[in-house]
């Protein structure tokens, strides 16, 4: 069965470095999306990607995230400047949702821990 | 903003049934998710309801919406120990968006299944 994956599982890193967190989505999904979870706390959108570009963000995607999807397999977080509030479970999302159709069923991978020193 | 909301353990004893509750404020939402997480894993989902839709049963689980209340509840039949999980609670709203949504996610009820 097809699965989103995403590397590293566990990345620990020192404030102020850059992180580029990578997600393999379903082939033939065209939708993309971001989440995170800061552990105890609510999972939290932060951005989807659709046809090249951001399609929605949240308040907690600001300038120091951005997103890419540097070829046909990849899509990419980058967090350009890393913070300690930074640190949480990276959740990557696809989905196949075609207009008009109903519900919207976003495959999760299983997350990149991130850790920030 | 919007908000989902759900407690946050249920006990319950295999073989029983399991209730799960979730409330959320949106009345814009439209979509709305059960998706379990197992330890180490990603978020599978579940089962979804359209909100025009106050029931949908699928094998074991079933499924309530009340909308006037903005209140969802998963029911779990037979709980057996491969249950056992974090539920988590989303909503999505039809908006020019589209499938694009992002989803709005409770914090999620430990599912803990007693022998």
């Known amino acids: 069965e097809p699965e989103v994956t995403q590397t590293p599982s566990h990345q620990v890193t020192q404030m102020g470095q850059e992180v580029i967190l990578r997600c393999v989505p379903i082939s033939n999904h065209l939708y993309f999306y971001w989440y995170r979870q800061i552990l105890g706390q609510k999972v939290e959108f932060l951005v989807s990607?659709?046809?090249?570009?951001?399609?929605?963000k949240s308040e907690i995607f600001d300038d120091q995230f951005s997103v890419e999807r540097p070829d046909g397999s990849n899509f990419t977080l980058k967090i350009r400047s890393t913070k300690l509030e930074d640190s949480a479970m990276y959740f990557c999302a696809s989905s196949d949702w075609e207009e008009g159709e109903l519900g919207n069923e976003q495959f999760f991978g299983p997350g990149t821990r991130l850790t920030v020193l | 903003g919007e908000d989902v909301e759900q407690s946050l353990f249920l006990s319950v004893r295999e073989g029983d049934s399991s209730v799960i509750n979730c409330t959320y404020t949106d009345s814009s939402s439209t979509y709305l998710y059960w998706y379990k997480q197992e330890p180490g894993a990603g978020l599978q989902l579940l089962t979804y309801?359209?909100?025009?839709?106050d029931m949908k049963q699928d094998q074991r689980l079933t499924v309530l919406l009340n909308k006037k209340d903005k209140h969802l509840s998963l029911r779990i039949a037979d709980t057996q120990t491969g249950d056992s999980a974090i539920y988590f609670c989303?909503?999505?709203?039809?908006?020019?968006?589209?499938?694009?949504?992002?989803?709005?996610f409770g914090k999620g009820t430990h599912l803990i299944i007693q022998p």
């Open positions: 989303a909503e999505s709203a039809l908006d020019s968006g589209g499938g694009a949504d992002g989803l709005t």
């Open positions: 309801i359209f909100s025009n839709m």
């Open positions: 990607f659709y046809n090249n570009e951001i399609s929605e």
